[in-house]
């Protein structure tokens, strides 16, 4: 059975700092990897995917990695900024049906 | 712009009550899905449906029945709502994998208290 795992579950930079969050699982047969980012009751909003294919994926200031073989991927957030601050998920794709097994999240919060 | 919307934010209803929490997705997506959200256990998945009137059990279904009649909208179905089913229901729709991978899309949560 998947088992996500991240850690550390809270992290706080000052402002500017690039940082990493980490994400392991269990099972190297997944389908992708999502990281999203939620706000205090909020919904989870989708930052980036990437396919069992791929290593990464870039958007902005973000940058996923993704290395199955040592079931690990990273999140990587250059230059953080106060508006960074939320709980960062990642989530395994396990099969074509989208479901998703849930890492329990790392709680950032970016000090001006 | 992708929606998914769910019918309330916050909801208080009393033991025993058969409470209905409703999703809408205006994206013609295919899969659905509902999760709860509690403190320390992360997100579980407790259905999903793959087309209408199709759904899955996921981890967690005991207690909880689903709907779904029309592509937009899956509804979840509190029976006989319990004080350990106080959570953030949140419900997320995806396209079809085999269209190619693609990210789910949540709504806003419901926050559900059972008194």
């Known amino acids: 059975k998947q088992e996500v795992t991240q850690i550390p579950a809270a992290l706080s930079v000052p402002e500017g700092e690039n940082l990493v969050l980490n994400c392991s699982f269990t099972d190297s047969a997944i389908y992708n990897l999502q990281w999203f980012r939620q706000d205090p009751g909020k919904g989870l909003t989708s930052l980036l995917l990437?396919?069992?294919?791929?290593r990464e994926q870039t958007s902005g200031r973000l940058n996923a990695s993704l290395d199955k073989s040592s079931g690990r991927s990273t999140l990587y957030i250059a230059a953080s900024q106060p508006g960074d601050s939320a709980t960062y998920l990642c989530?395994?794709?396990?099969?074509?049906?989208?479901?998703?097994?849930f890492g329990q999240g790392t709680t950032l919060q970016v000090k001006p | 712009d992708v929606k998914v919307t769910q019918s309330s934010r916050y909801l208080v209803k009393r033991t025993g009550e058969k409470v209905f929490l409703e999703c809408v997705q205006d994206?013609?997506?295919?899969?659905m899905f509902w999760y709860r959200q509690d403190p320390g256990l992360g997100l579980r998945l407790i259905y999903f449906s793959y087309d209408v009137k199709m759904k899955e059990k996921g981890d967690i279904p005991e207690g909880y029945s689903v709907s779904r009649e029309k592509k937009e909208r899956f509804s979840l179905i509190l029976e006989s709502a319990s004080t350990n089913q106080t959570s953030m229901y949140l419900c997320?729709?995806?396209?079809?994998?085999?269209?190619?991978?693609?990210?789910?899309?949540f709504g806003d949560g419901t926050r559900l208290s059972i008194l």
């Open positions: 994206m013609d997506h295919e899969n």
């Open positions: 997320a729709s995806v396209e079809s994998q085999g269209r190619g991978n693609q990210p789910q899309h």
């Open positions: 990437i396919q069992s294919s791929q």
């Open positions: 989530a395994a794709g396990s099969s074509n049906t989208g479901k998703l097994i």
